[in-house]
């Protein structure tokens, strides 16, 4: 199993970013995947979810309206479209698998991980 | 949202030491409960999900443990590579959140 990010970058406050995860080693389409940020120094934070064939799709509080998860299965790769983001947005951003392996369920504990892309937002 | 709390803060601890790390949250639940492990400048790793299921893999000193809404975990016999910061998760409702950590260090 093999998750890579990309597209972290330096953004001003209010601009867009897409992150990518390219997955491999496994069949992509048959898991629920999940964002998780990390602020420098900080503590883990989850961000979001979608669901194995991306119909569901779950966000925390702070990114709803502002952020969209979404999965291509057919490239086995996973993003997060960010948008109007802000200082505190700054983070590295894990992209993880669902530890259950089974159709519309997203169980929550994530046995896989990224290495993670880092976004900051300066001005 | 589910707050979740976790004790101590830190701790320092020598090789061998028994450690045990609490996690409580702001509303009871079943055992949803999950626990990471996260050493400098790594992605964290599962070691237990379900409260006590531990990973395939995982070293069976480390255990979990639910007792009302406090949620344990314990190594049984630290070894060096075990020293690192510990993170609970809970998995009930979204949003899927995560304890502030618990990081042991060296004695």
């Known amino acids: 199993v093999q998750l890579v990010e990309s597209g972290g970058d330096v953004v001003q406050p209010g601009k867009s970013l897409r992150l990518s995860c390219a997955a491999s080693?496994?069949?992509?389409?048959?898991?629920?995947m999940h964002w998780v940020r990390q602020a420098p120094g900080k503590g883990l934070e989850w961000v979001a979810a979608?669901?194995?064939?991306?119909?569901?799709?779950f966000y925390t509080d702070s990114v709803k309206g502002r952020f969209t998860i979404s999965r291509d299965n057919s490239k086995n790769t996973l993003y997060l479209q960010m948008n109007s983001l802000r200082v505190e947005d700054r983070a590295i951003y894990y992209c993880?698998?669902?530890?259950?392996?089974?159709?519309?369920?997203?169980?929550?504990?994530?046995?896989?991980w990224g290495q993670g892309s880092l976004v900051t937002v300066s001005s | 949202d589910i707050r979740m709390t976790q004790s101590p803060t830190s701790l320092s601890a020598s090789v061998g030491d028994r450690v045990t790390i609490t996690c409580r949250a702001s509303q009871s639940f079943s055992n949803c409960l999950n626990w990471y492990q996260q050493k400098v400048g790594m992605a964290p790793k599962l070691l237990i999900y379900a409260a006590s299921t531990s990973l395939s893999g995982v070293p069976s000193r480390f255990s979990g443990t639910v007792s009302g809404t406090d949620f344990t975990l314990t190594i049984s016999s630290l070894e060096p590579e075990d020293f690192a910061t510990y993170f609970c998760?809970?998995?009930?409702?979204?949003?899927?959140?995560f304890g502030p950590g618990t990081t042991v260090d060296v004695k």
């Open positions: 080693g496994f069949t992509f389409s048959n898991y629920a």
């Open positions: 979608i669901y194995d064939d991306g119909t569901h799709k």
């Open positions: 993880a698998r669902d530890l259950t392996l089974a159709r519309g369920v997203i169980s929550g504990p994530v046995d896989y």
């Open positions: 998760q809970q998995s009930c409702t979204t949003p899927f959140t």
